[in-house]
C-alpha cells in the first residue's frame, strides 16, 4: 500500500446532535494493514483493517492531555487499558454512551465491528488489565 501523509480532514460526516467524527485522510500504512484516523472534539479512534477490511487493532482514546485514557483491542490478544484512570473507572462509564453517539457518523463496518468491541468490553471491563499509567501516542498519532 501506498504511504500517505496525515493532516487532511474529510469532510464532516456526523448527524445533528453535535457529535461529528472526522475522518484524518493522509494516514501512513503499515505493511499489510490500512490504518485510519478518526476523530472528534472528545474521542480519537485509530483503527488498523487489513487489506480485506477486518478490523485488526484499535485505539479508542479519550479524555484531554495528562487524563488522556484508551481502550485498546488487538484480535489475538484481546483489551487492555492505558491511562491513569483506566482501571478505576466505573462500569457505567460515560464514554461508552458517547462513543455509541458519536460512532453513528462512523463508515459502516468500522461502526459495527467498533459498536460490537465496545459493548463487549464493558462485560469485560473489571477482568481487563491495565497496562500503563499514562498513554503515548505514537508519533503518527500527534500530528
Not at 26 to 39: A, C, K, L, S
Not at 86 to 96: E, L, Q, T
Amino acid at each position: 500500500m501506498k504511504p500517505r501523509r496525515a493532516g487532511r480532514v474529510q469532510e464532516s460526516i456526523g448527524y445533528r446532535s453535535g457529535f461529528m467524527m472526522q475522518e484524518i485522510l493522509g494516514v501512513t500504512d503499515e505493511p499489510g494493514v490500512h490504518r485510519r484516523w478518526f476523530h472528534d472534539d472528545y474521542f480519537d479512534l485509530f483503527v488498523w483493517q487489513s487489506g480485506a477490511g477486518e478490523l485488526v487493532q484499535f485505539q479508542l482514546c479519550y479524555g484531554i492531555d495528562s487524563s488522556e485514557q484508551a481502550l485498546v483491542w488487538h484480535k489475538d490478544s484481546g483489551f487492555y487499558l492505558d491511562g491513569a484512570k483506566a482501571s478505576g473507572s466505573s462500569r457505567g462509564d460515560p464514554f461508552v454512551t458517547r462513543f455509541d453517539a458519536a460512532a453513528r457518523a462512523l463508515p459502516e463496518e468500522i461502526r459495527v465491528a467498533m459498536t460490537t468491541r465496545v459493548h463487549e468490553f464493558v462485560h469485560k471491563k473489571d477482568a481487563t488489565p491495565a497496562r500503563r499509567k499514562r498513554f503515548r501516542r505514537a508519533s503518527w498519532q500527534r500530528t
